[in-house]
């Protein structure tokens, strides 16, 4: 029981709905990521990539997209990776266990562990002339140790062979090495740290490694070693991405530079990737302008790896969640040239206009360079290719065009490349203009019944081709989408016509999606529908008309009870109405919103008055806005009238 300001007692009956809602998720290929790099190195007889996980003590292999295809665990501290020669094993520093460890290429099988009777190390590892080289030792006493690989522990004789860093050279740290199959017998070592500077290049093709070049760090030539690369095809080391120093008579002296750098790797054919910060840039020999230039994300770049048939780059880029992942950087000797495109913002249809553009690089571009040229429009929505365009001596081009439709046209620029650039292509869009059409909707601002079928007709004016509209319908309330009614061609008068069941206020529009001559158009009819609501009477004793008008009759001390029935929607209320006859009019008494169960009813208890001769009327009302929600326009129902007697 619940009471309201006249005295009035209301029983209502309530009601509750409850909603839930579903989440759903997404996955992600298998691609190559590692906590700490482990070692970054290409196998070209296989095509696969080898990646080091030193917090895993793994290593994984992938194709040359990146895709891992597997994965070897029990490498512990894995610090370096090199390939053999004839790039059937893998080579493991595994610092943890102070070992190097040989994995089959093709299988990650492990072939060979071979112990380094060290406290520290292996650290940093190199292939060249058959053996695998190494670097090991503390801060105070590092050596150069080797493996071969040919030689059977069987035999009594140890494969492994410490202290092979020739007399002359002094490399406090263990020295990153390098060796390159241009340059067989060949080792580039050099000193680890920002406060070191000593590098060396050793000849390894003899019995014992022999000093070619030796440079004490004073550093006048580098400010610290963080990497260090043999040149190919010259007597030079590459040191931290950027500086160029030749050694020659067992001296270093600097011969170049490249515009920044921190660490690199250089392909076969001696064109440098460089990191520098977020992006990779490569290089031809001794060039300064670049090839082209990734920018890798926002995170350092740890470690890159030259595919050896120089048709990509592969890069360990750190992740905004910690960690790295292997990213394939694709067609590294090829620079990417500037193309604009600069078409007219608007134009009118079947008129002539001009486009104009240019075709830059910083590699030269060979001459009478051809441009391919597409139009897109609504009437060749695939695209119409136009006659190709020649670009003049300093880059710019240009040509004309009549566009035979209307609506957003894109001329689209093309190069397809050459062997020294990548494939490039850019756009530009005119909004050509299109003649107005006539399009109607009628029944707009209408209020009809609950549930009447309302017939809406829309009228479309003239066009070039398309004839066709759709109509929608959006009923009011966010729990019904707007959906297609219905679409078609409209008749020989230009009329087609649909038929809305009007449970509630709604919005019909029609739509013409235009045509290469005439602009699209949307029209818009808002009609209104009320709710379906009644009210019932009980507890009176009898019905009898007073005068002209049917009362229901109680006794003084019984009390009506009103229930009203209305169209449900979630959290809707009814308000009804009460008014009290005095002295020949109706005196508005009270008017109090309840909440109707979710079966769209509602029942109020009158309490009984006590005195007779009173004469009272109840109605029922949704009021949009007021009764909880919007979805229907107000409806009233009639009065019900009611006698209090003896």
């Not at 004490?216 to 963080?226: E, K, P, Q, R, V």
């Not at 880059?395 to 035979?404: A, E, I, K, Q, V």
């Amino acid at each position: 029981m619940r009471s309201i300001s006249t005295a009035t007692a209301l029983a209502v009956l309530l009601g509750s709905a409850a909603l839930s809602a579903v989440a759903t998720g997404t996955a992600s290929a298998a691609t190559a990521n590692v906590t700490t790099p482990g070692g970054l190195v290409a196998d070209g007889a296989l095509k696969r990539v080898f990646v080091g996980d030193r917090s895993a003590g793994t290593v994984a292999a992938t194709d040359y997209s990146g895709n891992v295809l597997a994965s070897v665990g029990g490498i512990s501290g894995v610090t370096a990776l090199a390939v053999s020669d004839d790039g059937t094993t893998v080579y493991a520093a595994a610092q943890g266990t102070h070992e190097i460890v040989a994995l089959d290429a093709a299988t990650l099988d492990v072939k060979a562990r071979y112990a380094v009777a060290t406290t520290v190390g292996p650290r940093y590892v190199a292939f060249t002339s058959g053996k695998l080289w190494f670097t090991y030792g503390d801060q105070w006493d590092s050596n150069v140790g080797s493996v071969d690989p040919a030689v059977d522990p069987a035999s009594g004789t140890d494969p492994v062979t410490l202290g092979q860093q020739p007399d002359g050279v002094s490399i406090d740290n263990p020295g990153f090495l390098d060796a390159a199959a241009s340059r067989p017998g060949v080792l580039a070592l050099g000193e680890t740290g920002i406060s070191t500077d000593s590098m060396a290049v050793l000849d390894v093709s003899g019995a014992t490694p022999q000093k070619v070049a030796y440079y004490s760090g004073d550093y006048s030539l580098n400010s610290g070693i963080h990497d260090i690369d043999l040149v190919p095809g010259a007597d030079e080391v590459l040191v931290n991405g950027a500086v160029r120093d030749a050694y020659a008579d067992g001296k270093f002296t600097q011969s170049g530079t490249y515009p920044s750098g921190q660490q690199a790797d250089i392909a076969p054919d001696g064109t440098v990737a460089s990191v520098s910060d977020t992006s990779v840039t490569t290089y031809r020999p001794n060039a300064t302008k670049a090839i082209r230039t990734y920018n890798v994300g926002s995170f350092d770049t740890a470690a890159l790896a030259w595919a050896p048939d120089n048709s990509r780059i592969f890069a360990l880029v750190g992740r905004s969640g910690g960690g790295y992942a292997l990213k394939a950087l694709t067609d590294p000797e090829k620079n990417v040239p500037t193309l604009t495109v600069n078409a007219p913002s608007s134009a009118p249809r079947a008129k002539k206009l001009t486009v104009t553009g240019k075709l830059s690089a910083s590699v030269a571009l060979p001459a009478g360079a051809k441009l391919q040229v597409t139009r897109t429009d609504l009437e060749s929505t695939k695209g119409k290719a136009l006659p190709a365009v020649t670009v003049k001596a300093n880059g710019t081009y240009s040509f004309t065009d009549t566009p035979p439709a209307g609506g957003t046209v894109t001329y689209k620029v093309s190069y397809a490349g050459d062997a020294g650039h990548a494939a490039v292509s850019a756009s530009d869009k005119v909004a050509v203009s299109r003649s107005a059409t006539t399009l109607s909707l009628n029944n707009n601002g209408k209020l009809y019944s609950y549930g009447a079928d309302v017939k809406f007709t829309a009228h479309l004016g003239k066009t070039y081709k398309n004839r066709t509209v759709a109509i929608y319908a959006d009923p009011f309330g966010g729990d019904k989408p707007k959906r297609l009614v219905k679409t078609g061609k409209v008749n020989s008068s230009g009329n087609i016509s649909v038929t809305v069941d009007m449970t509630r206020d709604t919005a019909v529009s029609a739509v013409f999606a235009g045509d290469a001559r005439y602009a699209s158009k949307t029209v818009k009819a808002t009609a209104y529908a009320k709710v379906k609501v009644s009210t019932a009477v009980t507890k009176h004793y009898k019905k009898a008309k007073i005068g002209s008008t049917s009362y229901y009759w109680f006794h003084k001390n019984s009390a009506p009870v009103v229930t009203t029935t209305m169209t449900y929607y979630q959290n809707r209320q009814e308000r009804l109405d009460l008014q009290v006859y005095y002295d020949g009019r109706w005196y508005d008494s009270d008017s109090e919103y309840f909440a109707l169960n979710t079966n769209g009813k509602v029942a109020v208890n009158l309490g009984a008055p006590g005195e007779s001769g009173i004469k009272a009327r109840i109605r029922a009302a949704y009021i949009n806005g007021s009764s909880g929600d919007n979805v229907n326009s107000t409806t009233y129902t009639g009065w019900k009238y009611l006698y209090f007697s003896n």
